[in-house]
Nanobody
């Protein structure tokens, strides 16, 4: 069964770090670009980061550039989002999704993981 499962969310203080995981099953994650998105209450979903199928290219929203890093671990069929220097405005449900190419149509999505940044 084709699936994307996010994990690693939680409650963290401002300035702290979290690492989100996006594990794939039923397909090879390396064959796809993987995007990270987030949605805060009352706000539209926004793209946060994307990593190309080769892992050679990443792009980030201006709001997270320099703080978030996407990476791949092929052996575990997993993509990560390392989030540092977290701010309260990073609070949201975070989703990963697959696409043939960053910025194109994302056809499968995970269920999301909650990230809360608060003191």
């Amino acid at each position: 069964q084709l699936q994307l499962v996010e994990s690693g969310g939680g409650l963290v203080q401002p300035g702290g770090s979290l690492r989100l995981s996006c594990a794939g099953s039923g397909f090879t994650l390396d064959d796809y670009a993987i995007g990270w998105f987030r949605q805060a209450p009352g706000k539209e979903r926004e793209g946060v980061a994307c990593i190309s199928s080769s892992g050679g290219m990443t792009n980030y929203a201006d709001s997270v550039k320099g703080r978030f890093t996407a990476s791949r671990e092929s052996a575990k069929n997993t993509v990560y989002l390392q989030m540092n220097s977290l701010k309260p405005e990073d609070t949201a449900v975070y989703y990963c999704a697959r696409s043939r190419r960053c910025g194109r149509f994302y056809d499968y999505w995970g269920q999301g993981t909650q990230v809360t940044v608060s003191s």
